[in-house]
């Protein structure tokens, strides 16, 4: 991270913030997708329940054998 933090400081003002710019909107991006997960927790919990339930049931196909 230091050497990162190095070469970002020796770039002209201009371009340190556009690259400050772009690794905030990657956090953000990052908060939102674990937000959203979180927010579906019971759905994808129900789906998994559901895939496996139908897996055991002998409903399921190998994956290989649908590619």
Known sequence: MEKALE???ALPQDEQEAIASQI???LADENEWK???AEKR???R???EEAIAEDE???TLPLD???
């Open 7 to 9: 070469k970002v400081v």
């Open 24 to 26: 905030l909107a990657s």
């Open 35 to 37: 937000a959203g997960f």
């Open 42 to 44: 019971d759905v994808i």
């Open 46 to 48: 129900r789906l998994a």
């Open 57 to 59: 049931r002998g409903e």
């Open 65 to 67: 054998d649908l590619l």
